[in-house]
């Protein structure tokens, strides 16, 4: 069942278009601009009139003389040079809202033809802390991901480690450098290793034999050294324990743990099949592949380095060919920093050339950076680099400054508050990273995203608990739920609001867009809220009335439910508030 009123309207027009042998694919309308005017309009006759060079308001009074027959309209006027008005009767919103409330999915059907969807977003490094611009990779990624699964794609997502490249070679070098030999590099631990990292890094920039070191070593542990492959086993092993740990922190789940390593035998293959199509070329010692000029020009994509290495470029196109022989991917989405837009121009463009993913869609979903207050990228309060285990720390100090200590809320158990304070400090950082449109950034303000009323996870997690609370009074009185009635203007407009659901997680579907349901939840809480102080329920004017209006918050409380599910979001059943002081 698929409940989109505008596909409903659209029907109901395009028949009126047909029985006046007008060109139905103008029979399309949207919510209005004005919706003290109508809910509805049309904007078809002017279009239509433009092609065929007749009068738009002429075309639009024919139309709705056509269309005051249904039934299902209340009023359809004509405004300015042809905009066709449409309101729908009260009895026919409520008609579809009921059906909307019946089904399990509210009338938003899945795909008809599912596609096998492969997302790439984690993208974390192997010894390097996981800090704030990975957040943004996995939040965005983890709602994508729940979005289309929602709509019936077979979604299956992989981390894609950076596990390949030199830094690998740099750890190793510098464990030998500062040891000697290798014989202890497999009982370092994780923050060992990081600092060993880190060590290579400050080394590595000022010397330019230990970078040619590092190169070579790199080049080895790829070409199959077992001595190098044993550390790096370990390197990669402790590395991925830690990072599951900050991701399941967040709620955050990928079907494949996969990294660039993974591509090295399809690396080799796309090498042969570039040289077979007559497609590499040597260039200063590397082996490149050079793409149209005529498109924007690009730099071309470097095969094999001259070190003799596969870097960053071959290991994505490598990893495409797998994707799409075992994987069978129809479609593979990125969830990367917009900074690496070139990038992915680079590599689909090779793709194409080799002919390797024929008809699979490739996407690269670009996020912006997120800054502190200094638009400088975000640090510690010492100015250290912001690691992602901090921040959900941080974030779950913030909100404990809120939530009342178990002697205060003696009714729960301190495990009970914890998980609260975890599900809302996790609401706070994943509803702010998923507020404002992927492509631009932010600034990082915890003070402002863990509040509790604004366009807040916090906020929306409050409106779900506090419907709950009405519906459990409710219940204690009695009220039923009932058939939907529409008896005034809140009541309205809530039930208008509640229709755009469809077409809301259409849009962020098709526009791989969770912003467009942050939005849309912030609204129909908002909605609820006028609604609710409008429209009591236990002292409604007629059971019937208390009926619709218990079933009206119900389908709320399920739709931001649902809404925050996608956004990657806990709903919990209570939210607790220390008391405020006087
Ligand atoms: N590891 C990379 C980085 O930290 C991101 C990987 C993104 N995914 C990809 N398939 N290139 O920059």
């Not at 309207?9 to 004005?34: E, Y």
């Not at 729908?88 to 009338?107: C, N, Y």
């Not at 983890?142 to 390949?164: A, T």
């Not at 797998?322 to 989405?333: M, Q």
Request: hydrophobic residues 40%.
């Amino acid at each position: 069942m698929n409940l989109s009123i505008e596909k409903i309207i659209n029907q109901k027009l395009a028949a009126c278009f047909d029985k006046l042998g007008l060109d139905n694919s103008f029979a399309v309308v949207k919510v209005s601009d004005r919706p003290d005017l109508s809910d509805f309009q049309c904007n078809g006759a002017l279009a239509l009139a433009k092609k065929e060079k007749k009068n738009p308001r002429e075309i639009a009074a024919q139309i709705a003389t056509e269309l005051e027959k249904d039934q299902d309209f209340a009023k359809i006027s004509i405004d300015g040079p042809g905009f066709i008005n449409l309101s729908l009767k009260d009895e026919a919103i409520a008609k579809i809202l009921d059906q909307i409330a019946a089904d399990k999915r509210f009338g938003v059907a899945k795909v008809s033809e599912p596609k096998k969807v492969v997302m790439d977003f984690g993208g974390p490094n192997v010894a390097k802390a996981m800090h704030v611009g990975h957040l943004r990779a996995a939040v965005i990624g983890e709602s994508l991901q729940r979005i289309e699964r929602f709509f019936g794609n077979e979604v299956v997502s992989d981390v894609h480690l950076g596990d390949w490249g030199t830094p690998m070679g740099m750890i190793i070098a510098e464990i030998i450098k500062q040891d000697g030999n290798l014989d202890k590099a497999l009982n370092y631990n994780i923050d060992e290793i990081t600092e060993f990292y880190k060590a290579a890094n400050l080394r590595c920039k000022e010397d330019e034999a230990a970078k040619e070191d590092a190169r070579q070593i790199t080049a080895q542990l790829q070409d199959g050294n077992p001595e190098y492959r044993r550390v790096w086993q370990h390197l990669r092993e402790a590395s991925v324990s830690a990072i599951k740990k900050n991701y399941d922190a967040l709620d955050i789940h990928f079907d494949l743990w996969l990294g660039e390593s993974d591509a090295h035998k399809a690396s080799g293959e796309v090498v042969k099949l570039a040289e077979d199509k007559g497609l590499s070329e040597l260039d200063d010692g590397a082996r490149i592949l050079r793409l149209e000029e005529s498109n924007k020009p690009k730099p071309p994509v470097i095969l094999i380095k001259s070190d003799g290495a596969f870097g960053y470029q071959i290991t994505d196109i490598a990893t495409i060919k797998d994707r799409v022989e075992t994987l069978k991917a129809e479609e593979i989405i990125y969830v990367v920093d917009k900074r690496q837009s070139l990038h992915f121009e680079q590599v689909f463009e090779a793709v194409d050339k080799l002919g390797i993913a024929k008809g699979v869609k490739m996407v690269h979903i670009g996020f912006g950076t997120v800054n502190g207050q200094d638009g400088k990228p975000f640090k510690t309060r010492d100015g250290g680099v912001m690691t992602l285990e901090n921040l959900i720390e941080m974030s779950k100090e913030k909100v404990s400054e809120s939530m009342p200590s178990a002697q205060e809320a003696p009714e729960y158990s301190q495990d009970y508050i914890d998980n609260l304070t975890r599900q809302i400090a996790v609401a706070a950082i994943k509803f702010q990273d998923l507020k404002n449109s992927i492509a631009s950034g932010y600034v990082f303000d915890l003070e402002d995203f863990a509040k509790f009323e604004g366009k807040t996870g916090p906020y929306i997690q409050y409106a779900i608990a506090r419907i709950n609370s009405i519906i459990r009074k409710a219940k204690e009185n009695n009220v039923a739920f009932g058939k939907i009635i529409i008896s005034n203007a809140e009541e309205r407009v809530l039930a208008l609001k509640l229709l755009q659901l469809n077409n809301t997680l259409h849009r962020a579907l098709n526009e791989y867009e969770p912003s467009i349901i942050s939005d849309y939840a912030y609204t129909l809480a908002q909605t609820f809220s006028s609604f609710y102080n409008a429209s009591p329920i236990i002292s409604a004017e007629t059971p019937q009335l208390a009926a619709s209006r218990l079933q009206m918050a119900k389908l709320v409380r399920d739709v931001l439910t649902l809404l925050l599910y996608l956004l990657g979001i806990e709903a919990p059943e209570v939210m607790l508030k220390r008391a405020e002081n006087e």
